[in-house]
């Protein structure tokens, strides 16, 4: 008999800021902090307009840092996201994420090996979304709808390994 116990302790948190400068901006930050050695955190900002440019502007900073403890790898990932274009129902963004995984115990297979060391991501996202419910938090009527696209792949290959995908949701 095979018994799978899990356990897990967390603390979260978030703040949100309003108008903290005056022009309409919207600053937020949140972190996740787990007993199993994870840690995410993140920074974000949303303006509505920026001068002369029409569309709002939105840009946020990521990282995480993983210590699987059932298997030997360590992740740290290290991530900037950039709103290319925003309107009701699209949005365009760009990604760019570094990421380290290490293997200090020398545990893994050898397909995990081959992963091993740094590596960046680049990509380029596409979100279209239609919400026609009477309530986000609680609705009674209507729908919504969210399709998104992502290419990845985008960075030069400099000697860096870096992924190449298609994801489609």
């Known amino acids: 008999v095979n018994l799978l116990q899990t356990r897990s302790c967390s603390l979260e948190g978030s703040v ?3 108008n903290l400068f005056g022009f309409c901006e919207t600053w937020d930050a949140s972190g996740a902090l787990e007993l199993d050695k994870t840690a995410e955190l993140s920074a974000g900002v949303q303006m509505p307009r920026i001068r002369a440019i029409p569309i709002p502007l ?15 790898l360590k992740e740290h ?25 290490t293997d200090p115990a020398r545990m893994s297979s050898n397909s995990v090996q081959e992963q091993l060391g ?24 209507g ?11 985008l960075a030069p290959a400099a000697g860096i390994k870096y992924s190449r995908f298609l994801r489609q949701v």
């Not at 939105?58 to 030997?72: N, Q």
């Not at 991530?79 to 995984?101: A, D, E, I």
């Open 16 to 18: 949100k800021l309003k």
């Open 77 to 101: 990932l290290m991530g900037v996201s950039v709103g290319l274009l925003s309107t009701m129902n699209h949005n365009l963004s760009y990604n760019l994420t570094w990421r380290k995984l």
């Open 143 to 153: 729908y919504a709808f969210l399709s998104s696209s992502q290419v990845g792949g």
């Open 58 to 72: 939105m840009a946020r900073i990521s990282f995480l840092s993983d210590d699987w403890l059932k298997s030997s």
């Open 118 to 141: 740094h590596s960046l991501l680049s990509s380029v996202k596409y979100a279209y979304t239609v919400d026609q419910r009477d309530s986000s938090i609680r609705p009674t009527r």
